[in-house]
Structure formats: C-alpha cells, structure tokens
C-alpha cells in the first residue's frame, strides 16, 4: 500500500530553519505532481508548494516565497521542503501529498486533485 512518512518538523525559534522530507513507498509515482501544504490550529489546511514531477516547475504561496524552497529526489521517492527564516505564524502542522491532476504553475490546488496523504509533521515556531 502506499505510505507517505513525513519528518524533520519540531521546534525552532523564529529566524530558524528546517528541512521537512517526504519519503513516498509502496508504488513509483512518475509524472505526479509533490507537494506541501499546512494545517494552524483553527485554521484550514492550506497549500505552501508543489513541485512538478521532473522538478522543473515549482509554485509558492506567496507567504513562503523567498524563504522556503521545495525539490524532490524521484530515485528516492522523495520530496523535501526546506524552510529559512521561519516566522511564529509558521507554525502549524506540514503535510505532504502526491497527486497526478495538479498541473504545477496554474496556482489552482484543490485538496481533491491530491491522491495520497502522508500523516503530517509538527512544525512550531517560537517568538
């Protein structure tokens, strides 16, 4: 079956970094679409990044462009976010998905063009 298994997350002060990856298993996932997005407390989950299946094309939601950057490794099935210069409005819980109807540039992500889910990660930001 197939598991999406997220890490890296956990506490930072603000002005921090940290590394999330994404580990994909149980199928290959050629030409689908990766990405990130994150869920605040009373909030709703929102998208962060995606990244296309040959890595070429990436898109950010503009509260994250010029801090976190996306890439993706397909030998290894996986997707990394990397995050610099963390704010406390950052913090929230990170998920990963993979998907195979998002078309990466057209900024239109909706939750169920995304086919799998990984489990979420802790990401806390402290001021």
């Known amino acids: 079956q197939v598991q999406l298994v997220e890490s890296g997350g956990g506490l930072v002060q603000a002005g921090g970094s940290l590394r999330l990856s994404c580990a994909a298993s149980?199928?290959?996932?050629?030409?689908?679409?990766m990405g990130w997005f994150r869920q605040a407390p009373g909030k709703e989950r929102e998208v962060v990044s995606v990244?296309?299946?040959?890595?070429?094309?990436?898109d950010y939601a503009n509260f994250v462009k010029g801090r976190f950057t996306i890439s993706r490794d397909n030998a290894k099935n996986t997707v990394y976010l990397q995050m610099n210069s963390l704010k406390p409005e950052d913090t929230a819980v990170y998920y990963c998905a993979v998907g195979s109807r998002p078309l990466v540039g057209s900024h239109y992500y909706p939750e169920a063009w995304w086919d799998y889910w990984g489990q979420g990660t802790q990401v806390t930001v402290s001021s």
């Open positions: 149980g199928r290959t996932f050629s030409h689908y679409a």
């Open positions: 990244i296309s299946w040959s890595g070429g094309d990436t």
